[in-house]
């Protein structure tokens, strides 16, 4: 199996790229992500085999048939060995590792988020974790990992390579602007390869000096600075894992449909749907649900996609949703043009630097969004997400978090008879206390493991939001 960025021509061969080379990278050079040069399909017999595998053999085995069809350059027994190594009970808890909780009559949550930041954010990044060891390993190589947070990713990614060989990580967060809960999470991490490094700034400030660190290309080949975010091709491989668990769950014949709703941020998670789809598993509709940063169902509903500058990103409580642009998004429309590389380079490179939008709405592929690709689309706020809070633990019994209730209730405006629908959990209420203290009167469940973490201690560095700081604390770091 080969990949190639969204943004090569058509004809031009040779920037092809096997798996071990873009697990390690970012962007394509030309600015594209990287995607499979075609879906591998998965007709019935497999299918059917599948089913077996997933239910006598368990997640891990599964998740190895499923990479497999995309890795070539890691040999079977050691992909084997990082996939057992990944997906097991004492990790993720379940045997079923993403087991599905009925809530209606063909209403089901699927449970992504039983990791251990607690967020469906682990079901990938702890993948990479293993991949990155091996990989570095394998190189004699080594990488250090600069990010910045506002909670989940940071936390998945720490949880990740925590004690990974050849791996550092350096994570930038706002000072103080994190839940207490998610600080903890992270700052009583005392593992010596993961650096906190607390910032006098918001979110941006951060992020802003990741790319200024990561633009220094001297400094970034010096002291190998990687990064691990939602556009890596493993992350995403990774997930679509669980689209395959979830249909085995809820059917038992493979003429069976289902559907799933998917709460949205940077579309890397629905993406995983999508190609799972590609690859012939029977869905039937991929709802991309929203919060109040709807640029994603502005784009289903009207074929207008228009990035948002920071005055109208709105900071919500369904915070891992709140996005101006969705980074992966290039990967469906790659898709969606028929995999012409020179228009997508023309609407994301040009078009989107130029006018911040592309209007895709008179062209006869947007209709193929919702025909061909099945793909319907719905938005939540913080009201509806009250609501949906307090509906589901009062007729269910069931507490789910402010991301997840967004999906909900946007899943609700989608049923179909006959058709299953999953709604994909993707944190848990113990995350977000504050919003499920406002719609229930009291505080969420926490899980045993998480009992008293505030109280840990913690282990941080503050530092001003200035770059030469940064990189000095890098540069001390790394010897
Ligand atoms: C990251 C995240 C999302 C959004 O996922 P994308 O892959 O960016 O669309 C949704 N919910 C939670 C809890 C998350 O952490």
Redesign the pocket.
């Known amino acids: 199996m080969k990949y190639l960025s969204t943004r090569a021509a058509s004809s031009d061969s040779t920037e092809r790229k096997r798996f071990c080379e873009i697990l390690l990278e970012g962007l394509a050079p030309d600015g594209g992500l990287y995607l499979p040069e075609h879906y591998p399909q998965v007709d019935d017999a497999t299918l059917l085999k599948w089913r077996g595998v997933y239910r006598d053999q368990g997640y891990a085995a599964l998740a190895f048939e499923v990479l497999s069809l995309y890795i070539d350059d890691i040999p079977a027994v050691d992909l084997k060995a990082i996939c057992d190594k990944t997906y097991t009970e004492a990790v993720f808890g379940t045997k079923e590792i993403v087991p599905l909780k009925k809530l209606e009559n063909s209403l089901w949550l699927e449970a992504l988020s039983n990791g251990p930041t607690l ?3 682990d079901m990938a990044m702890q993948l990479l974790g293993n991949l990155f060891e091996y990989e570095l390993a394998r190189r004699g190589e080594e990488l250090n990992i600069l990010g910045a947070t506002s909670g ?1 990713t940071g936390s998945a990614a720490e949880y990740a390579m925590r004690g990974k060989k050849g791996v550092r990580v350096f994570m930038t967060s706002p000072f103080g602007r994190m839940s207490p809960f998610q600080q903890a999470q992270m700052f009583s991490l005392m593992d010596a390869n993961i650096h906190n490094i607390a910032v006098d700034g918001v979110f941006d400030d951060c992020q802003d000096m990741v790319k200024a660190v990561s633009n220094d290309l001297e400094f970034k080949r010096q002291y190998r600075i990687g990064t691990v975010n ?1 556009i890596n091709w493993a992350r995403l491989m990774a997930q679509v894992v669980y689209y395959f668990a979830g249909y085995f769950q809820a059917t038992t014949a493979n003429d069976q449909k289902i559907s799933f709703t998917v ?8 993406c995983a749907g999508h190609v799972a789809r590609m690859m012939g598993l029977p869905i039937d509709k991929l709802v991309v649900a929203t919060n109040e940063n709807d640029v994603l169902d502005e784009f289903f509903r009207t074929g207008v996609y228009r990035v948002r500058g920071s005055a109208d990103t709105h900071e919500t409580s369904s915070p ?2 709140d996005i101006s642009k969705a980074s992966n998004f290039e990967r469906f429309v790659f898709d969606l043009l028929g995999r012409d590389g020179a228009r997508v380079k023309a609407l994301f490179g040009d078009a989107l630097g130029k006018d911040g939008r592309f209007d895709l709405s008179a062209d006869p592929a947007f209709k193929e969004a919702a025909t061909r690709y099945g793909f319907l689309s719905g938005k939540s706020t913080h009201a509806n997400r009250l609501a949906t809070i307090r509906d589901t633990f009062e007729r269910f019994g069931v507490m789910i978090d402010t ?1 997840t209730a967004d999906a909900v209730k946007v899943a609700r405006e989608h049923l179909q008879p006959g058709v299953p629908m999953i709604v994909l959990e ?2 848990l209420p113990i995350k977000f206390a504050a919003t499920i203290v406002e719609a229930l009167g009291r505080e969420p469940d926490r899980p045993a493991k998480f009992e008293g973490i505030e109280a840990l201690p913690k282990r941080v560095t503050r530092m001003a939001a200035d770059v030469d700081a940064v990189k000095a604390y890098i540069a001390q770091h790394c010897t």
């Open positions: 967020a469906f954010k989940d939602s709460p949205s941020g940077n579309f890397g998670n629905v891992s949703m991301h993707t944190a």
